[in-house]
């Protein structure tokens, strides 16, 4: 059974900074890719930011330059810190890792909980 478990969301005044953290825990063989996505009420779930197992990052043209997301592999362990927040940046925000449970299995997508960040003065 695999968990990504999200923590570090909250309430924060604009300009201010949160740091998100997502430990993966479970039957893991490999991750390769972790991200992190957000969904917004009335809005579709969208990708943040994106890391592969090499560090090679993508960002979401709205956080470039904002936000950083980093991993320990060790720890199983995925960042997401965010600086600068904006009301838009208001949302719930999911782990996800692409990952294998066995040596012979496929890539599968699991998901957190989400953690809840609310940017507002």
């Known amino acids: 059974q695999v968990q990504l478990v999200e923590s570090g969301g909250g309430l924060v005044q604009p300009g201010g900074s949160l740091r998100l953290s997502c430990a993966a825990s479970?039957?893991?063989?490999?991750?390769?890719?972790m991200a992190w996505f957000r969904q917004a009420p009335g809005r579709e779930r969208e990708l943040v930011a994106r890391?592969?197992?090499?560090?090679?990052?993508n960002y979401a043209d709205s956080v470039k330059g904002r936000c950083t997301i980093s991993r320990d592999g060790a720890k199983k362990t995925v960042y997401l810190q965010m600086n600068s927040l904006k009301p838009e940046d208001t949302a719930v925000y999911y782990c996800?890792?692409?990952?294998?449970?066995?040596?012979?299995?496929?890539?599968?997508?699991?998901w957190g909980q989400g953690t809840q960040v609310t940017v507002s003065s």
């Open positions: 890391i592969t197992s090499f560090g090679n990052t």
């Open positions: 479970g039957t893991i063989f490999r991750i390769n890719t």
């Open positions: 996800n890792a692409n990952l294998r449970v066995g040596p012979l299995s496929s890539d599968s997508p699991y």
